[in-house]
């Protein structure tokens, strides 16, 4: 169930790893997702503000261009956009207490999400009614212990999943697991207690 560490995507934390972060994007062979340490609260308005100048900055050096001159276009609900013919880019932004993170993909879709790892007294109904019923009974099978961290990863793949195909959180079926099984998806090389995935389509507009 778990994920094994040599399969963790690296998280290039912003502005520590800016160079390390373009010249990720500029190979482009899966997302690349940059970390922004953001205000300890749900109020998101100035994350949100953070990671899109972080995302111009980072596309600017891409694109040869000033921040201020990338074309990013914002709409309240939904991910940024980079307004650019021929420039086709995935992007997708998630928010924790404390954490934003954001996915850059030149190949197709993408989709990120991250969440902290807390004891969820009604992890086994939210998992059954989101995830499946082989993954409530992977995750039940596992060590107390384990447990959370592992609903945790799951919830993230899922998560992750749905963004990049644009359809929204909604219960589980058969066909939705189908649905999801057409992204790649990795989990996030992220600091103790947070957990988090990518996931990507390559060639499907983004």
């Known amino acids: 169930m778990e994920t094994p560490r040599q ?29 922004l340490r953001t205000p300890a609260t749900t109020l998101r308005a100035a994350a949100r503000a953070q990671a899109r100048a972080a995302v111009r900055e980072l596309l600017g050096t891409l694109l040869d261009r000033a921040p201020e001159a990338v074309p990013l276009v914002t709409t309240p609900g939904q991910p940024p956009r980079l307004d650019l013919p021929g420039t086709p880019l995935g992007l997708s932004l998630s928010h924790d207490s404390g954490i934003t993170l954001a996915a850059l993909y030149p190949g197709g879709a993408t989709g990120v999400d991250v969440m902290r790892i807390d004891a969820l007294p009604d992890w086994e109904m939210l998992a059954l009614d989101y995830l499946g019923p ?37 219960e589980w079926t058969p066909e939705l697991q189908r649905l999801l099984a057409r992204c790649s998806v990795r989990q996030l090389a992220l600091n103790e207690g947070l957990s988090g995935a990518v996931a990507w389509v390559a060639g499907q507009p983004a």
């Open 7 to 35: 399969a963790l995507l690296p998280v290039h934390s912003w502005e520590e790893a800016q160079a390390a972060a373009a010249a990720a994007l500029r190979k482009a062979d899966a997302p690349v997702v940059i970390s």
């Open 134 to 170: 082989a993954e409530r009974d992977a995750i039940a099978a596992l060590p107390a212990g384990r447990r959370d961290h592992a609903f945790a990863q799951a919830w993230t793949r899922m998560e992750a999943c749905i963004k990049c195909l644009g359809i929204g959180l909604r």
